[in-house]
């Protein structure tokens, strides 16, 4: 079996339905997380707790996300923003949008993934994880804007 790799298109219509608001999706270089730029990172495990695949959201789509799911004015995710790291509210808002972009994996004769952790961003990433998020190969790396909120880089990765 394989992992599915998800399309621009199931990409943008699922965060659309999720957070009820247009989304726009440009393709984008790919993402790389560092000291220096922010990012949450969220990672899928196969039924044998194996990492097969990495969302990485920059500082901005984390906070914007997470804000727009859990209706919290623009301006609080600005706040997060510029303080460099999310609150708790948009960390637990963002983990349930990222839990549910699990089922983009999930199609009929691919390898079933679950969101095992999410490392919010701020504190530094573990130095492996971020060397799996800047994997080349299969991998989809777009720009959402997220209407009244603001873009971000989003990253998904597979990782076997």
């Known amino acids: 079996m394989a992992i599915h790799l998800p399309t621009p298109k199931q990409l943008r219509d699922l965060v659309t339905e999720l957070l009820g ?6 393709p984008a ?3 790389a997380p560092g000291p220096s730029t922010p990012a949450s990172l969220a990672i899928y495990v196969d039924d044998q707790l194996r990492v097969s695949a990495l969302i990485a959201c920059d500082l901005k789509l984390s906070a914007y996300a997470g804000a727009a ?4 004015p623009p301006a609080g995710a600005e706040v ?4 460099g790291k999310l609150t708790d509210t ?7 949008v990222l839990n549910i972009a699990a089922s983009l994996f999930n199609m009929p004769g691919a390898d079933h993934l679950r969101l095992y952790e999410l490392h919010g961003a701020g504190p530094p990433l573990p130095p492996q994880l971020r060397v799996q998020a800047l994997t080349l190969g299969r991998r989809e790396d777009v720009t959402l804007d997220i209407a009244g909120y603001g ?3 989003l ?3 597979l990782l076997a």
């Open 69 to 72: 799911l859990g209706l919290v």
């Open 80 to 83: 997060a923003i510029e303080d």
């Open 90 to 96: 948009l960390e637990e808002n963002l983990y349930e």
């Open 21 to 26: 608001r247009d989304v726009t999706l440009t």
């Open 29 to 31: 270089t790919p993402f």
């Open 155 to 157: 990253s998904v990765v």
């Open 151 to 153: 873009a971000g880089a």
